[in-house]
């Protein structure tokens, strides 16, 4: 199996073949410069944003991740305006804003991780696992492009240094998103988000009076939350522990047990 380059850069070199010996040569005739420019251009490349890793430390981080989780189900449960909405409603806002309530709650108790390659499965495991699960269960699986992501917004997160009111009024206009299809009380749903900005935009004017963008600041790093899939959260951090289990399923149990 190749397992080198696929990138577009790789395949112009094979496009090109008179050209790419050409500046090939001429690379080795000045390598003081052009390889220098030349290896830094090739290391650019996606391939390495695609590779698919798993967490280090996988025990003690999926503890810390599952314990936020736990937080963040707690947060939704003792809402009382979350309580009075249609059952329906509840799941549909549950589904939709889970993954960036957890990572909000993530950069709150500042939980770092560090990732590293996925082992490659044996042919025999795989032929297992398509017998199992079936191509119509096929899960995304974490790659360092998504982990990148996640990495930079808890990084901006950590860097405005929120305060817990400031967290729970964000996570406010997190969980009360109107825009979320099929809605019966979208209009109540609007105006609880409308409330959560005004009380985070006060409770900012009153901690930071002199910093007028920092309200500014705050949502535009929450709009990084909506690029974080929930199928990288999920496999990322609970694969391991809940094995093959729906962890939206097991959100909802958790959220309507008495």
Avoid at 94 to 118: M, N, R, Y
Avoid at 148 to 176: M, N, V
Avoid at 208 to 218: L, Q, S, T, V
Wanted: proline letters at 6%; a neutral charge; one cysteine or more.
């Amino acid at each position: 199996m190749d397992n080198g380059c696929h990138c577009s850069a790789n395949s112009n070199r094979l496009s090109n073949p008179i050209l790419f010996n050409i500046l090939s040569q001429m690379d080795n005739s000045k390598p003081s410069q052009n390889s220098c420019n030349y290896n830094s251009m090739a290391h650019r490349c996606n391939c390495e944003l695609r590779r698919t890793v798993c967490l280090k430390r996988s025990s003690e981080v999926c503890k810390e991740a599952s314990a936020v989780l736990v937080k963040t189900v707690h947060f939704m449960k003792n809402l009382p305006a979350f309580k009075q909405m249609p059952p329906n409603d509840q799941f549909l806002l549950i589904k939709s804003c889970w993954a960036p309530l957890f990572i909000l709650g993530l950069a709150q108790e500042h939980v770092d991780f560090e990732v590293t390659d996925t082992p490659a499965d044996s042919m025999l495991k795989k032929i297992l696992l398509n017998r199992q699960e079936g191509p119509e269960l096929e899960r995304e699986q974490p790659t360092m492009a998504g982990v990148s992501k996640l990495k930079s917004c808890l990084k901006k997160f950590w860097s405005l240094d929120l305060s817990p009111k400031e967290y729970a009024y964000l996570k406010g206009t997190t969980i009360f998103n109107p825009d979320v299809p099929y809605l019966k009380a979208a209009l109540f749903v609007e105006g609880l988000q409308q409330e959560a900005q005004q009380a985070l935009s006060e409770v900012v004017q009153l901690l930071h009076p002199g910093d007028r963008e920092r309200f500014a600041r705050i949502l535009l790093t929450a709009s990084m939350l909506q690029s974080i899939t929930p199928g990288l959260i999920s496999e990322l951090f609970f694969r391991p522990v809940i094995g093959q289990a729906d962890l939206l399923e097991l959100l909802v149990d958790m959220l309507f047990c008495r």
